[in-house]
């Protein structure tokens, strides 16, 4: 159903676990993209996964979820930002393994933005370091492809 990882000993870096402080991602993000990610639902899906030939398929797997796109229907809907229910911190809710597009756009049309997400959460405390906290678009723009300012 879900992982946690809590780490009580850290070295002072490396160590990289593939976990991302999801908090800290949306916290070094601009203003402008934050308001643009407020209220924008994404689709999690697993059926690309799973389901496909080639994912974590296995020949002796095939009877059931796993290998069987038609099995895999806990595809769902969620807010891109939520809110933690008792400190009421904001974080980040894309997976570069699920998070499959932006509810009424399409991959193709999702890509870019996601793509931004996943490479700004694998590295927040650079992106805030190097940018004074201000996320950047591939074009070099501070606003998404096709919006104006």
């Known amino acids: 159903m879900g992982s946690l990882l809590l780490a009580c000993e850290v070295p002072p870096h490396g160590g990289d676990t593939l976990f991302a402080n999801m908090a800290l ?3 070094t993000l601009s203003t402008g993209l934050k308001k643009t990610l407020d209220g924008l639902p ?4 697993t059926a ?3 389901g496909a030939q080639g994912g974590y398929a296995k ?3 095939l009877g059931g979820r796993i290998g069987n796109a038609a ?6 809907v969620h807010p891109v930002v939520i809110r933690h229910p008792d400190t009421g911190r904001r974080t980040l809710y894309v997976n570069a393994a699920v998070t499959t597009h932006f ?4 991959a193709a049309e999702s890509a870019p933005l996601l793509k931004l997400l996943y490479e700004h959460a694998s590295k927040p405390e650079s992106a805030a370091a190097s940018s004074g906290n201000r996320a950047r678009w591939p074009s ?3 606003a998404p492809p096709g919006t104006t300012r």
């Open 25 to 27: 991602a949306y916290e």
């Open 42 to 45: 994404a689709v999690h899906s």
């Open 48 to 50: 690309h996964v799973f």
């Open 59 to 61: 020949a002796a797997d």
């Open 71 to 76: 099995a895999v229907t806990q595809d769902v």
């Open 103 to 106: 509810e009424g756009r399409t």
């Open 140 to 142: 070099g723009t501070t």
